[in-house]
């Protein structure tokens, strides 16, 4: 079993960076395609960054460019580093887990129904 557990969200003006973290525990087979979620009430929640145990990463078009998604293995940790913030960043972000069989040639699957380890999610708030 798996406990994810995210941290760093908060508010910031537009332009603005946050890093967010997501701590993990248990089985590391069931964490090898990890990635980042975001949710706004009332709408789809959106893949934004999926990152492979070996380093592959992919992101979704609207953070591509303004975010980057990274792993410390060795502290069980993923991050994400949001820069170049904007209204429509404001969700509720999340990070997930599943194992290996969401990859393919190296790159994990965004696909936010295919993970099934979630964390609690944290706050983004961007103000303009």
């Known amino acids: 079993q798996v406990q994810l557990e995210e941290s760093g969200g908060g508010s910031v003006q537009a332009g603005g960076s946050l890093r967010l973290s997501c701590a993990a525990s248990?089985?590391?087979?069931?964490?090898?395609?990890m990635g980042w979620f975001r949710q706004v009430p009332g709408k789809e929640r959106e893949g934004i960054a999926s990152?492979?145990?070996?380093?592959?990463?992919s992101y979704a078009d609207s953070v591509k460019g303004r975010f980057t998604i990274s792993q410390d293995n060795a502290r069980n940790t993923m991050y994400l580093q949001m820069n170049s913030l904007n209204a429509d960043d404001t969700a509720m972000y999340y990070c997930?887990?599943?194992?290996?069989?969401?990859?393919?040639?190296?790159?994990?699957?965004?696909?936010?129904?295919?993970?099934?380890?979630w964390g609690q999610g944290t706050q983004v708030t961007v103000s303009s």
């Open positions: 997930a887990a599943a194992d290996t069989s969401l990859s393919w040639e190296g790159i994990c699957t965004r696909d936010d129904g295919r993970y099934y380890s």
């Open positions: 248990g089985n590391t087979y069931s964490r090898m395609c």
């Open positions: 990152i492979y145990h070996y380093g592959g990463t």
